[in-house]
């Protein structure tokens, strides 16, 4: 069985930075690409950013130059880093994988960016 677990999250003010991560655990033998959603109450989720196991990336426009996606293969992990963090980017993250072709989501953590 394959877990996806999350840490990081929190409340930062305007303008701060936080760091989000997921670790995929169980018995994996293929991860093809690992993602970031989000959702803020009231709206539809929608990707953040994504990356595959080669490190291609792309974002969402709204976090462009803001937001890095980074892995480490070793630990079968993805990173967020998000700079420059806006009150509009206050949502429920939440980590998805393509593991061993299946579609795994994490549990989803706050971040609450404060004006």
């Known amino acids: 069985q394959v877990q996806l677990v999350e840490s990081g999250g929190g409340l930062v003010q305007a303008g701060g930075s936080l760091s989000l991560s997921c670790a995929a655990s169980?018995?994996?033998?293929?991860?093809?690409?690992m993602r970031w959603y989000r959702q803020a109450p009231g709206k539809q989720r929608e990707l953040v950013a994504a990356?595959?196991?080669?490190?291609?990336?792309n974002y969402a426009d709204s976090v462009k130059g803001r937001f890095t996606i980074s892995r480490d293969n070793a630990k079968n992990t993805v990173f967020l880093q998000m700079n420059s963090l806006k009150p509009e980017d206050t949502a429920v993250y939440y980590c998805?994988?393509?593991?061993?072709?299946?579609?795994?989501w994490g549990q989803g953590t706050q971040v609450t960016v404060s004006s």
């Open positions: 998805n994988a393509d593991i061993n072709k299946g579609d795994y």
């Open positions: 169980g018995s994996i033998f293929t991860i093809n690409a």
């Open positions: 990356i595959t196991w080669g490190g291609r990336t």
